[in-house]
């Protein structure tokens, strides 16, 4: 509460973070990301005059999925900038006003539609700092949906985690509850080097519990650092963004069944925990990745790698890699959710990975 007494001393008028700290004064304390994400727009935008947000509907419409809602009207339309749709255009703009110093939030109706500002985001961006021997810092924040959603067909549905996790000078960030949402997003736009945020569009109306501390105005996560959600001694299991959510309801039904699971809250893809999962599997000697990305090239490939590179000898079962369908998403309904990764599909391979079931091997 200091944290906002001193910003509404410093910028005049009512802070918004603090009717919204209020409101959580009583007893339940839970949050739905897309408010941790509001929240952590605001207060950082109240504490900096230097970051902005700027991408289609983000100010007459508050955001196409209301992450943005009521900043207009407290920032006006010189901080909250409302876009045609040319997303490389935008993004272009943003990288430009980086390197002035700046610090732009540029939002992505969809990182499917990153696509078309990749040469900004990853020439212009991800290279600039090493390109000009450090003189030149880029403090951008590309943010917005990432992943399947539900029935919006193939170009509103890839997740692009592995694609921007493999470029030198971006980092990577996948939160998956509201504590990630906000700490995560906080570090994000007070970092000095280009972040790609990848939000989910089916957990925005998600509420998670928060602790007093995460709604603290100074509240901020360390990027490159994992969350162990759930210990384990048996199977662990990486997961990120909304896959978490799914790793631990598969934790739960493998609980009843004899099996302790340890799940890993990734958080961060570049740069990637690599201590933190290794550390799990030198105590449960088995591993489950877990993601919605393609197979070939993923992040789970990545942490396999890991894995094989600093922990071979510690493993007493192969590796299990739970990933989206090789495809293109489907459409239709029932192919979609054929597509994506389900609970029943962690379930199998931590069965696998125990020797509680047939192996796929013996299946094929």
Known sequence: MLGIVRRKAAFGGVSASKIWIRSFSGAAKELTVRDALNSALDEEMSADPNVFLMGEEVGEYQGAYKVSKGLLDKYGPKRVLDTPITEAGFAGIGVGAAYYGLRPVIEFMTFNFSMQAIDHIINSAAKACYMSAGQISVPIVFRGPNGAAAGVGAQHSQCYAAWYGSCPGLKVLVPYSSEDAR???????????????????????????????????????????????????????????????????????????????????????????????????????????????????????????????????????????????????????????????????????AKRACYRSVPLAATA
Do not use: W
């Open 183 to 349: 700490g995560l997003l906080k570090a994000a736009i007070r970092d000095p080097d280009p972040v790609v945020f990848l939000e989910n569009e089916l957990l925005y109306g998600e509420s998670f519990p928060v602790s007093a501390e995460v709604l603290d105005s100074n509240f901020c996560l360390p990027i490159g650092k994992a969350k162990i959600e759930k210990e384990g001694k048996d199977v662990t299991i990486t997961a990120f963004s909304k896959m978490v959510g799914y790793a631990l309801k598969a934790a739960e039904i493998l609980s009843k069944e004899g099996i302790s699971a340890e799940v890993i809250n990734l958080r961060s893809i570049r740069p990637l925990d690599t201590s933190t999962i290794n550390a799990s599997v030198r105590k449960t000697n088995r591993l489950v990745t877990v993601e919605e990305c393609f197979p070939q090239h993923g992040v789970g490939a990545e942490i396999c790698a890991s894995v094989v590179e600093e922990s071979f000898g510690y493993l007493d079962a192969p590796v299990e890699r739970i990933a989206g369908a090789d495809v293109p998403m489907p459409y239709a309904a029932t192919l979609e959710r054929i597509a994506v990764p389900q609970i029943e599909d962690i379930v199998n391979a």
